[in-house]
């Protein structure tokens, strides 16, 4: 159960924010996950609202690739919530479940296709040192080009953002959905 009471509809917000709820409805049909929180701010879900959009049509980063982001991202957050919503986008996109386990498992992108292998490998950097390595950063703006390096880490950042917001009010991720192993003792949070 979440720490904060979870929006789930227009009855949940003041009359003035419910166009915000029936832009979230219109972007994931109901109200869940991230967005549950972040309509008790409805000015910041609604400013959030586009990047979701634009990640899903816009973006000139290839779905797979960008699905690798997402979900390197919310496994370096340890993010069920996220995870699962991206698991599922991830499939629907056709990536490989070869991939998905690796990323699931946290384990060596070495074998994977060169694209696939700089994409896992930048994102974890991201994540886990706020920087990224020159080579590997070398290595994907020659291949894509600068606009698709932008994109690419601007994904990459939204998904770590919606890990943030569901772990730190503990939204439980979907009981159906695709989970995360449990994380290392030492890995919980310490006082």
């Known amino acids: 159960m979440a720490r904060i009471p979870a929006i789930t509809g227009k009855v949940d ?5 419910q166009h915000v709820v029936d832009q979230v409805l219109e972007v994931f049909g109901r109200v869940r996950g991230p967005f549950s929180i972040l309509l008790h701010s409805p000015k910041l879900a609604e400013r959030l609202l586009p990047l979701v959009t634009f990640n899903r049509n ?14 390197t991202a919310a ?9 699962a919503a991206q698991v599922d986008v991830a499939r629907r996109v056709g990536l490989r479940e070869a991939v998905i386990d690796l990323l699931r498992e946290k384990g060596d992108p070495a074998g ?10 930048y994102t974890r950097q991201l994540m886990r040192t706020n920087r990224v390595e020159q ?16 994109e690419l880490t601007a994904a990459a950042n939204f998904f770590a953002f919606l890990s943030g917001m569901v772990n730190a009010f503990e939204v439980p991720a979907p009981p159906d959905g695709d989970c995360l192993p449990a994380p290392p003792d030492g890995d919980r949070l310490q006082a």
């Not at 917000?13 to 924010?17: F, G, I, L, P």
């Not at 496994?75 to 995870?83: G, H, K, L």
């Open 13 to 17: 917000v003041a009359t003035a924010d």
């Open 58 to 71: 816009d973006s000139i980063v290839e779905p797979q690739l960008r699905s690798i982001a997402a979900l």
């Open 75 to 83: 496994r370096e957050r340890q993010a069920a919530y996220v995870w």
């Open 112 to 121: 994977l296709p060169i694209d696939e292998r700089d994409v896992v490998v």
């Open 135 to 150: 080579a590997v950063f070398d290595a994907l703006h020659a291949s894509h080009g600068a606009q698709w390096l932008v």
